[in-house]
């Protein structure tokens, strides 16, 4: 299994661009979610989603759509990119059944917007 | 380079040595407390968890100790190796609170180990 995986990698954009970045998880996880991690905080909640079609916003909503149209991918878009929202993007995602199960991480999406 | 861990407090040991890594947590109603581990350039990684019906629990070279009156959880490495250096961090959730949503992630401890 892949598990949760992120592209790209890395970004640069230039503020005022859009983008997307990508999110695939193979493990049939109803939920998943963004989360965004800047240096000496914790990771922070953009959106989540309970399953396809549904989608919420979590601590820091703002500058971010979602969308999740299948139970596989979460793609998460910046619709005018701006210099506060650099910072390194994590894709998590877990099952909604039983108790227990943490949240499983991709391997982020580093962002730089100038 | 990884930019995430600069502004974190660094705990440095000898190889070989135990570690104990503390996380005061929030949340009093907080009653499911997970740890992570985060290498330079990956994701978090889940190491352990623990509910708070449980005082202590171990799993391979770590173990979660909860301390449920000064809301204090620890994570102890026994026999630290290089491989061990990254950034730890905890989670607590409240199971009342409706889902993973509301998880709520310290800042976390830079762990360097030396041979």
């Known amino acids: 299994n892949a598990g949760v995986t992120q592209t790209p990698k890395f970004q640069v954009l230039k503020t005022g661009q859009s983008m997307t970045l990508q999110c695939a998880q193979d493990?049939?996880?109803?939920?998943m979610s963004w989360y965004r991690q800047d240096p000496g905080m914790g990771l922070r909640l953009i959106h989540y989603?309970?399953?396809?079609?549904?989608?919420d916003q979590g601590e820091v909503p703002n500058g971010y759509n979602v969308s999740r149209s299948t139970t596989e991918d979460f793609p998460l878009r910046l619709l005018s990119a701006a210099p506060s929202q650099t910072s390194v993007y994590f894709c998590?995602?877990?099952?909604?059944?039983?108790?227990?199960?943490?949240?499983?991480f991709g391997n982020g999406t580093r962002l730089t917007v100038t | 380079g990884e930019s995430v861990g600069l502004h974190l407090p660094t705990l440095s040991v000898q190889e070989g040595d135990n570690s104990i890594i503390n996380c005061a947590y929030s949340?009093?109603?907080?009653?499911?407390f997970i740890w992570y581990k985060q290498e330079s350039g990956k994701g978090p990684q889940f190491i352990i968890d623990?509910?708070?019906?449980?005082d202590k629990r171990q799993g391979q070279r770590v173990t979660v100790l909860l301390n449920k009156t000064v809301k204090h959880l620890s994570l102890q490495i026994a026999a630290t190796q290089p491989g061990d250096s990254a950034v730890y961090f905890c989670?607590?959730?409240?199971?009342?609170?409706?889902?993973?949503?509301?998880?709520?992630f310290g800042a976390g401890t830079r762990l360097a180990v030396h041979p």
């Open positions: 998590a995602s877990s099952s909604l059944s039983g108790q227990g199960v943490p949240l499983h």
């Open positions: 493990m049939n996880h109803e939920y």
């Open positions: 989603s309970v399953g396809a079609g549904i989608t």
């Open positions: 949340n009093s109603a907080s009653d499911y």
């Open positions: 623990i509910r708070s019906n449980m």
């Open positions: 989670a607590e959730i409240s199971s009342f609170s409706g889902g993973y949503n509301k998880l709520i």
